[in-house]
């Protein structure tokens, strides 16, 4: 059964940081690109980035472009989402995503 479990979310201020983790099982890990995707209260889900297999190729929604970094750890099993320079508008639910699956999410809020 694939599983995959998000971790790292809270309330910060805006300008701080925040990172996120994904803690896979069940599938091959390292043979498959993840994704980071997120959903603000009333909107559709928002692609913001990912990465493949191996890691070397990551890609990043201009919104989060050098501000956020994708990275994984194939012997943790796990993907991480690092978060610098939050904004309000980065407020949501963020999911990592391995296909058509994702977690169950975790909660981050932007707010002074």
């Known amino acids: 059964e694939v599983q995959l479990v998000e971790s790292g979310g809270g309330l910060v201020q805006p300008g701080g940081s925040l990172r996120l983790s994904c803690a896979t099982s069940g599938f091959t890990f390292s043979n498959v690109t993840m994704s980071w995707v997120r959903q603000a209260p009333g909107k559709g889900l928002e692609w913001v980035a990912g990465i493949n297999g191996a890691g070397g190729v990551t890609t990043y929604a201009i919104a989060v472009k050098g501000r956020f970094t994708i990275s994984r750890d194939n012997a943790k099993n796990t993907l991480y989402l690092q978060m610098n320079s939050l904004k309000t508008e980065d407020t949501a639910m963020y999911y990592c995503?391995?296909?058509?699956?994702r977690g169950q999410g975790t909660q981050v809020t932007v707010s002074s």
């Open positions: 995503k391995r296909g058509l699956t």
